[in-house]
């Protein structure tokens, strides 16, 4: 580190001179800022990634509830209760897991979306 700062200082006829120091403490501070951004990055990617895996979980276990609904309907039904009405649910269910997976699309491929197509170049 102090070679570095001594070839900073050889820059400048000055050697007692601020400006090397300064120089120094300014791409310090930039590969800081560069590091918070990259990190920043990885977070919210990161993120994205575990709210798509919740969303899915919550989906797959939305179709294995509508899945056990309308067996105990079935049952129900072979038994000679009325179920038309508790129909609706599973149904529910079922549209509610599609809300997910459009969630999970938004989630994983939005960003590719987001990102400009390269064009085909003009003829």
Do not use: F, K, T
């Not at 990190?39 to 899915?56: G, Y």
């Amino acid at each position: 580190m102090s070679g570095l700062i001594a070839a900073l200082a050889n820059l400048w006829p000055d050697a007692g001179s601020p400006w090397p120091y300064l120089l120094l403490a300014g791409l310090v501070l930039a590969l800081a800022a560069l590091m918070a951004w990259l990190l920043h990055w990885l977070r919210s990617r990161s993120s994205r990634e575990a709210m798509a895996r919740r969303a899915d979980r919550n989906g797959l276990a939305l179709l294995a509830l509508a899945d056990e609904m309308e067996c105990y309907l079935y049952e129900l039904a072979l038994r000679g209760y009325p179920v038309r009405q508790q129909r609706h649910w599973p149904r529910l269910c079922r549209r509610l897991a599609m809300d997910h997976l459009e969630c999970i699309n938004w989630l994983m491929l939005d960003e590719r979306v987001r990102e400009p197509a390269p064009r085909d170049p003009p003829a």
